[in-house]
């Protein structure tokens, strides 16, 4: 990359200063104060940070912190990456990466979906990687069709090449709008956000799935040239070549990250069976998926924050001998609207043991007990393993499905395991 101008340089420099000062004092990790302060000396250090670079911006509702991460080890094949896969998704997160890396020629950023047209905008990326829209944080978020058409306007007025999952109807809109696209056909499991054609509001028929079509306009799902195969755990090339994914990440969900990773990872000159290797590399992202031991029983972390990743969450739970902990926060990082569990089937936990906590428990607790699920109420993970341990002294393993700021805090009580 191009030599920073001398006030972008000081701007770099003092946000590495206050995000060093924010770890050292405990107050957080830095990515954001660091660079809000680099933007309080340089408005324009975000452009100024990304020329030179072949960057990939990564957007969704579900899923872009997993594919973040799981892009930037494969591009690490290449050498150093400038990314913030840990999280920090808005401008001043990726003025942060950008500047703690800043000889990486290759970058990876994961994208808020908000701010993804002001980003892509000041930052020209080689690649924008789109994967899925539904429903999420509506007190403070947009409406996901307005969404999707700023992603298609903003995505019309460049000349970035879009790596998109085509079985999303609202996702192919918004990439169509691109001068240039690579589809993937990643799966939709939830398709509850994505009935009504987002051209004119037909009804879209989905008679054979992935394929999706509006009679009314004739908007139809683009052709993949990239496919995940669920049933037999492989990806398919664009020229025909299956290769196995035995990824060491859970579910049908994560087997899309992976496709979508091996796309845009193609997109950087690497080769698609290199590109898996180094994703079964990864096991845990941002403690998502960790398992920790405590009081002698493995205690899995899942995060879901909305009705789509809750149902891939139900998807990947172990038998139902296996209890599983749900917890609800309803903070700022949340959303403070809590209703969106009315939208969650909570039918398929009838069969096991099931207990609430967090905040809101007492609204999970309702919803619960109208699907007739049964519960039982707790406040912390370790009062649920001696109660479990005290019934059944054999019991090895619970799972544990929390959003963002009760995962977060269960995550902090077992020491941030990565």
């Known amino acids: 990359m191009s030599e920073l101008p001398l006030r972008a340089q000081l701007a770099s420099v003092l946000g590495r200063s206050a995000a060093s000062l924010s770890r050292a004092t405990g107050r957080g990790d830095g990515s954001v104060i660091g660079g809000r302060v680099a933007l309080k000396v340089e408005p324009d250090l975000l452009a100024k940070l990304a020329q030179g670079r ?35 998704n808005m401008p001043t997160g990726h003025i942060t990466a950008l500047s703690d890396n800043k000889s990486a020629v290759n970058g990876v950023l994961e994208v808020d979906e908000k701010y993804l047209p002001q980003v892509l905008k000041a930052t020209n990326p080689s690649f924008v990687v789109l994967m899925n829209l539904s429903r999420d944080q509506m007190d403070r978020a947009s409406e996901i069709n307005l969404l999707a058409k700023k992603w298609r306007t903003a995505l019309a007025q460049t000349d970035t090449h879009v790596i998109a999952n085509a079985d999303d109807p609202l ?22 956000d994505s009935w009504c054609c987002p051209e004119c509001g037909g009804h879209l028929k989905r008679e054979t799935d992935p394929h999706w079509e509006c009679p009314e306009c004739g908007l139809a799902r683009p052709s993949a040239t990239w496919a995940v195969d669920n049933d037999n755990d492989v990806l398919v090339a664009p020229d025909g070549q299956q290769i196995k994914l035995r990824m060491n990440l859970p579910g049908d969900a994560n087997r899309a990250n992976a496709a979508i990773a091996a796309a845009t990872a193609a997109g950087y000159g690497m080769h698609p069976e290199r590109t898996i290797e180094r994703l079964r590399e990864v096991t845990s992202v941002a403690g998502r998926y960790t398992s920790v031991v405590t009081m002698g029983v493995e205690v899995r972390l899942l995060l879901s924050k909305n009705p789509a990743g809750w149902l891939e969450s139900f998807a990947v739970l172990d038998p139902p001998r296996v209890p599983v902990i749900l917890a609800v926060n309803a903070q700022i990082p949340d959303g403070k609207d ?81």
């Open 171 to 192: 996702v192919a809109w918004a990439g169509l709008g691109a001068p240039n696209a690579t589809w993937v056909s990643a799966g939709q499991r939830w398709k509850e």
């Open 338 to 418: 809590t209703s969106w569990l009315w939208d969650v089937d909570y039918t398929v936990l009838r069969d096991r043991r099931v207990f609430v906590m967090g905040e809101r428990r007492t609204d999970l607790a309702l919803r619960l007990e109208t699907d007739e699920v049964p519960f039982e109420v707790a406040d912390r993970v370790d009062e649920v393993l001696a109660k479990l341990k005290a019934e059944r002294p054999d019991i090895t393993k619970v799972d544990v499905i929390a959003n963002y700021t009760a995962f977060q805090q269960i995550r902090t009580a077992y020491g941030r395991v990565q």
């Open 54 to 88: 072949r960057l990939a911006l990564i957007s969704a509702t579900n899923g872009k912190t997993t594919t973040t991460r799981l892009i930037a080890q494969a591009l690490r094949e290449f050498g150093d990456v400038a990314t913030n896969e840990h999280g920090a």
